[in-house]
């Protein structure tokens, strides 16, 4: 019986651990997926609205005749 207790404990100390380590590379995956929303889909929201300026200028330069 002390054997079998003795083997839940140590089971539960790996679990423990391996809770951590999870929650770790949860976190990581997060963070990875907030870089790539900031890096990526940002600069294309703000060239959404920046690209009409920009094309509104360059036309009003160069004339279409």
Do not use: C, G, H, N
């Not at 809770?19 to 770790?24: A, G, L, P």
């Not at 890096?39 to 920046?50: E, G, H, K, R």
């Not at 009409?52 to 160069?62: F, G, K, L, R």
């Amino acid at each position: 019986m002390e054997e079998i207790l003795q083997k839940l404990d140590e089971q539960q100390i790996k679990i423990d651990a391996m809770y951590v380590s999870v929650e770790k590379l949860r976190k990581y995956f997060m963070w990875t997926l907030i870089i790539t929303v900031v890096t990526v889909l940002l600069p294309l929201v703000i060239m959404l609205f920046a690209l009409p300026s920009i094309i509104s200028t360059i036309s009003t330069i160069y004339p279409i005749e």
